[in-house]
């Protein structure tokens, strides 16, 4: 079993809708959960992060942890074009020296 | 300037060929990975290092070999290509500490 899971999509929306992207894990000894930004032949940039369970919003997006469920959400709100993009779950614990955990990627095509 | 650049961008090779990927930061951050990037595979660990004298293989490091010149600098070399190493690879820098990673612009490598 793989550490992280996240569905591979493609996710296709209208232009407007909420976004909603998820991610599961086994290893409950992670602490960190990030969510990073991957546009079309560009490296992963980070979106968003949080530290161990709750909701954390920035903009239009908003990031939530259930640890108990091991289940993290990235919702994007008024979604636009420019939102088009794979994004990455990744998550790491401090126990095993900063190494990254990363999720396979969901693509999303937000439609004019 | 891009603060972690990745040399060359792109790459054609034959199979058996030596071929080496260079990436160099400037962010002054002790730690740099090196991932490779397949379709719903996700990112995967190749090698990571957390400073000059220390050097970690990760998930999937057979075949791929590395070299930490410097703080600034972190190259990855395949001794003998084959077809199966045909991906995106991407190198990261991390703070000590810190759960945020900073990617290069990934080399698209292809091995015929």
């Known amino acids: 079993q793989k550490e992280v899971e996240q569905d591979p999509g493609p996710l296709s929306v209208p232009e407007g809708a909420i976004v909603s992207l998820n991610c599961t894990y086994s290893n409950s000894a992670f602490q960190y959960f990030m969510w990073y930004r991957q546009y079309s032949r560009k490296g992963p940039e980070l979106l968003m992060y949080t530290y161990s369970s709750g909701n954390k919003e920035d903009g239009r997006f908003t990031a939530q942890v259930d640890k108990s469920s091991k289940y993290i959400s990235l919702f994007i709100r008024d979604s636009q074009p420019s939102d088009s993009a794979t994004y990455l779950c990744?998550?790491?614990?401090?126990?095993?020296?900063?190494?990254?955990?990363f999720g396979s990627g969901t693509k999303l095509n937000v439609k004019p | 300037d891009a603060d972690v650049t990745q040399t060359p961008r792109n790459r054609i090779t034959k199979t058996g060929k030596r071929i080496m990927l260079e990436c160099s930061q400037t962010?002054?951050?002790?730690?740099m990975y090196w991932y490779r990037q397949d379709p719903g595979l996700g990112l995967r660990l190749i090698y990571y290092s957390f400073d000059v004298k220390d050097i970690n293989k990760g998930e999937i490091s057979d075949g791929y070999s590395v070299s930490r010149q410097a703080q600034a600098k972190f190259s990855l070399s395949l001794e003998s290509a084959i077809p199966n190493q045909t991906a995106l690879y991407f190198c990261a820098t991390s703070d000590t500490g810190s759960h945020e990673q900073y990617f290069g612009p990934g080399t698209r490598l292809t091995v015929t």
């Open positions: 990744a998550m790491m614990s401090r126990g095993n020296f900063n190494k990254f955990y």
């Open positions: 962010k002054g951050h002790d730690r």
